[in-house]
Every structure is written in C-alpha cells, then in structure tokens.
C-alpha cells in the first residue's frame, strides 16, 4: 500500500487540495470533514446542495440543517479550490453550528480529546442532515443449555432477530467493538460474540422456543450465549465503520486495544466498497489518510496545504477510529 510512483519511479505528485486549519482543538472535526468532502459521495453531495441552497428563514431543526448544510458546501468548495494561495479555512463556523443544533438535540459537546470525538460528531451531522438508514444487519441469538457438556448443540432463540427475520436498518455507523479476532473491516462487519452466562428462559420463553423447535427444551436453563450479527447490504454509496477501542478489561480497567484493521474492498450483492479515508488518533491528536489516485496521502491540520504521501502501514492502522467506504463500481 505504498504511494503509487510516476513513470520515472518519482513519487505521485500531490492531490490539488486545501487542508482546514487547525482552530483551538479542532483537529477531530478537521479530519472528519476532510475525510468526508475529499472524495465526496454522489448522494452526500446532492443532500448538501438541496439543503444548503434552500430558502433562508425557517426555525428549529430546519434551520438547523440548511446552516449546516450551507457550511459543509462553502468548505467543499474551498478544498477542491486548488492549491492556490488564499486565506486559510478553518471549521469554526461549522462548530459553532454544529453545537447549537446537537445542544437542542440534548448531545453533549464531544471534544474531550478521547478517541470518539469524531464519530459522535459524524452521527450528529448525518442525524442533522437526514441522511437516511444504508445499513441492512441480520441478527441471530443462540443458547446453550445446561448440563449439555462441551458437545451441547446450540439452541436459537425466539426473536424477532432470528436469522429467519428480514434485515433490519442499522444506519450509516457500524461499530465494532475492540479487541476484535477480526482482521478485515469486512471481517468486522460480520460479528460473532460468545459469551458465558448464567440465565434462565421464563415460561413465555420456553413456549416460544418449544414452537421455534418443535418440541419442548429439556431445561430452561443455559450457560452460554452467542449473538451474531451480519451486515447483508448498503442502501446507498457511502457508509462508515467505527472501531470501539477503548474497553475494559477483566479487571474493569480501561484499555486502548491496538488491533489493525486492513481496510479491505467489501462486495454486498454486485455493489463493491472502497475505503476511501481512514481517520486517526494518536497522541490526543487526529489526523487523515486520504486515498487519491490510488496512493494514501496523509492530512494533519497543522500542516494543512502539505499532504504527504504515506503508506497505510500495521502501525497506522493501530491509530485508526474510523473508515470511510464509498462505492467503487459505479
């Protein structure tokens, strides 16, 4: 995943981009939005227009989402400007919208210098903009019964999540929670936790499960529970998978997991997804890759007008919180 090389084997020129600049602690919005206008999804793009160049006045949560909407296209506009010389941009306003449309939402303001900034701003800009439910996830739970050994078959549950249920919408944000076996972005959107409880099925239960199975379940009791879940389409070109690295471990202490995720093509149907940006954080400081013309370029609010051409290595891959797919056959 090296920087693509020119016919000379010099190293690919630059994309014709402006950065954001950096403002009081504004790197985890700089990198959002530079992860979502650099390549910008058709339908992302035409929601911004509709919205942004609706007619002013208004109140509430359409005012809100036409001033929004209106400063994401003035900072489209400035970073596909080319690379000529002006005044820096900054994402101040868009903030300050922002906050005052998720402070009416009842969100919190999210920039605490934890790995989550930019997802949770991500999930209120597109709760914002109205950006529709992409995600399509089936959902299975399975038990296993007491006294069953480690041969005991798995029971599945009676649920309007069982496998036999049509998908349900997720929305555009699949998480997946660290450590992870997973390897693959893809990997991770097909999840699979086990875990060992003890429970008991109450009598509503059991007579489901007894109609699920047909027949009547030996014991109402089980010892172990595995839920799967499976993302089976995209409605849309552009989704996002956030990785939950911090957890707990057995002790109840918080940890950052350093799993590396390889952002791999990922084919629903004969739709195929690319990952086209990834963001990071490290060192209380968020970054973004940017993929252009095949190579990776790296985005840093600090420095804004250089990207630099930089390989999508294990080691930066660790840093990775977010990706950002968009549609590649089209």
């Not at 296209?73 to 820096?88: E, M, Q, R, W, Y």
């Not at 959902?139 to 798995?154: F, K, N, P, S, T």
């Not at 950002?324 to 089209?330: I, L, T």
Request: hydrophobic content about 40%; proline content about 6%; charged content about 25%.
């Amino acid at each position: 995943m090296q920087p693509k090389l020119g016919a000379h084997g010099a190293a690919a020129a630059p994309p014709p981009l402006r950065g954001l600049s950096y403002c009081r602690n504004s790197c985890f919005l700089d990198s959002l939005v530079m992860a979502l206008l650099h390549r910008p999804a058709a339908t992302l793009r035409a929601r911004l227009e509709e919205a942004g160049g609706a007619a002013r006045g208004g109140a509430g949560e359409e005012d809100d989402r036409r001033a929004v909407a209106a400063e994401l296209c003035l900072l489209l506009h400035f970073i596909h400007g080319g690379a000529a010389a002006g005044p820096a941009m900054t994402c101040t306003t868009l903030r300050q919208r922002l906050l005052a449309a998720m402070q009416r939402r009842g969100y919190e303001n999210p920039a605490d210098g934890q790995p989550r900034d930019a997802t949770e701003m991500l999930k209120a800009l597109l709760e914002i903009l109205r950006v529709p439910d992409t995600l399509r996830v089936t959902r299975r739970a399975e038990i296993q019964l007491a006294g069953g050994g480690e041969d005991a078959r798995w029971w599945q549950r009676a649920s309007s999540s069982s496998s036999s249920a049509p998908p349900v919408p997720h929305g555009t944000v699949w998480t997946a929670h660290l450590p992870s076996t997973a390897r693959t972005v893809g990997q991770a959107l097909h999840l699979s936790e086990e875990q060992e409880v003890e429970g008991c099925l109450d009598d509503e239960d059991m007579a489901g499960m007894a109609r699920l199975h047909g027949a009547p379940l030996p014991t109402p009791r089980y010892v172990r529970r595995r839920d799967t879940t499976k993302v089976v389409g995209v409605e849309g070109d552009l989704f996002f998978v956030e990785l939950g690295r911090i957890y707990l471990d057995r002790a109840g202490r918080a940890r950052r997991s350093t799993v590396a995720f390889s952002p791999d093509f990922i084919r629903f149907g004969d739709r195929i997804f690319a990952v086209v940006s990834v963001v990071c954080h490290a060192h209380h400081h968020y970054t973004c890759v940017l993929r252009r013309g095949g190579a990776w370029w790296e985005y840093d609010d600090r420095a804004p007008h250089h990207l630099r051409p930089c390989a999508l290595s294990a080691d930066k891959l660790r840093t990775a919180v977010l990706y950002v797919y968009g549609r590649a056959d089209g």
